[in-house]
């Protein structure tokens, strides 16, 4: 190899290591969505689907947020795995977590024009692959599906393929894929856009449904609930005045009536339970605006159905709709949704909920973390108060071993630019010298080549 072949070559390896090195410290930053899934696996929240919020369109995206990472929502690290997405353009699916070990997501339905959809499909984050499942079931969208404890994945209601309401209770077994359906007797009218939260008593709680008697497929921009352009919802909606309870072990429903500072109208809204396990939670969605002090979170005591509006402080957010909410740690978790401007507002919201009197709005993730007063052998899949033991540590100790590992790879990448950078400049250096040397040769031979010449030429009387 040449010496001008070598510098060619050392040259183009620190162009590939500086393009790697950038690519890695860029940032991935997804598009503002709705309507789309968020699945806590293994301290990952995985994120699907569901529309652009800019224009309504279906996106394809497929990332998560590492939350053994997270300190502060205003430095979100989005990974993405998009490449990997097999999953057609969707929108209004539902999804849990579940399997023999309870480390699989598990997505069900979803609205697409897409006919080679498959109702059911399932996640490895293990192996990070998609898988599609070989299941004859009926699919449905607009529902809020709910797993036991047992890894029964239950969905009632929702919208089907008859773009009708359905009214069926639809129970898929995600240890061994098998499905079954519950009980309708004495259960509530037809409905979507429901709220839906499992007790530690493996029973569910439902409330809220949209009133719309014809339901319009719309994969690409709004349906015909009317919203306002503050999410004021102008018809459309009962009142949370009574909830529905499903009982999971003997297969029966149950009405209870709600009282207190009940909250108003609403659709596309998002519940969680509290961490005693003896509140609900809901944030967000359209709504009419009842007079009270805060709209749009309300907690819902289970010892008396007594509804109440919590004392909160911290900054309030605006309020979403068609977000996703996920108990991770002691907070809940608020994953994109409509109606907020991220250039004030992270995609994340995080809600501390550890203490009962005062709930408070944060932008620090502390992974210092309490377990909750109820058996957690009894809590859903979606309700997530520990977290692994390496995220168990205060605030003021030092970064997990993921977070080291990253920043390690990084200041390696840096070094080794460095080098080569410091080592391409240096054989420059050796190369602009040495061409520097040889053109000095070549004018002195030149010269000499002429004074030569001159002697030799014959001599004219």
């Not at 699907?48 to 979100?76: A, C």
């Not at 009197?357 to 957690?376: A, N, Q, R, V």
């Not at 100790?397 to 080794?416: A, D, F, Q, R, T």
């Not at 040889?438 to 010449?453: A, G, L, P, W, Y």
Request: hydrophobic share 35%.
């Amino acid at each position: 190899m040449s010496k001008f072949s070598l510098i060619y070559f050392l040259l183009w390896i620190l162009l590939q290591v500086l393009v790697d090195v950038n690519c890695q410290s860029t940032p991935f930053k997804p598009n503002v969505i709705y309507r789309h899934t968020a699945t806590f696996v293994d301290n990952k929240l995985y994120i699907l689907g569901g529309k652009d919020v800019s224009n309504g369109t279906l996106v394809k995206r497929f990332f998560y947020l590492d939350v053994s990472v997270l300190y502060d929502t205003q430095l979100l690290s989005w990974q993405d795995l998009s490449n990997i997405n097999i999953i057609p353009l969707h929108t209004d699916a539902t999804s849990t977590k579940g399997g023999v070990n309870n480390d699989t997501l598990y997505l069900y339905g979803g609205a697409s024009s897409d006919k080679t959809m498959a109702l059911v499909y399932t996640f490895d984050p293990n192996r990070t692959s998609w898988n599609p499942q070989k299941i004859t079931m009926i699919r449905k969208w607009d529902l809020t599906g709910v797993v036991d404890s047992n890894g029964k994945f239950y969905l009632w209601g929702g919208v089907n393929d008859n773009v009708a309401v359905a009214n069926d209770m639809l129970i898929l077994d995600t240890t061994n894929l098998n499905l079954s359906e519950g009980s309708l007797v004495n259960a509530p009218t037809p409905r979507f856009h429901y709220g839906a939260t499992l007790l530690p008593n493996n029973k569910i709680i439902y409330m809220g449904k949209p009133v719309i008697f014809i339901y319009f497929i719309h994969l690409g921009g709004t349906n015909d609930i009317n919203f306002g352009k503050t999410l004021n919802l102008t018809k459309g909606a009962l009142s949370l005045n009574e909830v529905y309870i499903y009982d999971t072990v003997n297969d029966n429903w149950d009405t209870k009536i709600t009282m207190g500072e009940i909250p108003s109208k609403r659709v596309g809204f998002s519940t969680i339970l509290g961490l005693d396990g003896q509140r609900i939670i809901i944030y967000g969605g359209y709504f009419n605006n009842p007079g009270y002090s805060n709209t749009t979170l309300y907690v819902l005591d289970l010892s008396n159905y007594n509804w109440y509006v919590p004392k909160i402080s911290g900054k309030n957010p605006s309020s979403r709709t068609f977000h996703k909410a996920n108990v991770i740690g002691k907070y809940m978790v608020i994953s994109f949704g409509d109606g907020y401007d991220r250039k004030v507002e992270s995609d994340i919201l995080l809600l501390d909920i550890s203490k009962n009197e005062e709930y408070i709005w944060t932008t620090k993730f502390d992974h210092s973390i309490s377990s909750p007063s109820y058996s957690p052998s009894t809590s859903s899949s979606t309700l997530s108060p520990t977290l692994s033991p390496t995220l168990s540590q205060s605030p003021s100790s030092s970064p997990p071993l993921s977070l080291n590992i990253k920043l390690v790879g990084v200041i390696i990448g840096s070094l080794l630019s460095g080098i080569f950078l410091s080592v391409g400049v240096f054989f420059v250096y050796k190369w602009y010298k040495y061409r520097q040397q040889q053109k000095t040769i070549r004018e002195n031979e030149f010269e000499k080549d002429i004074q030569i010449s001159s002697l030799q030429k014959p001599m004219v009387c």
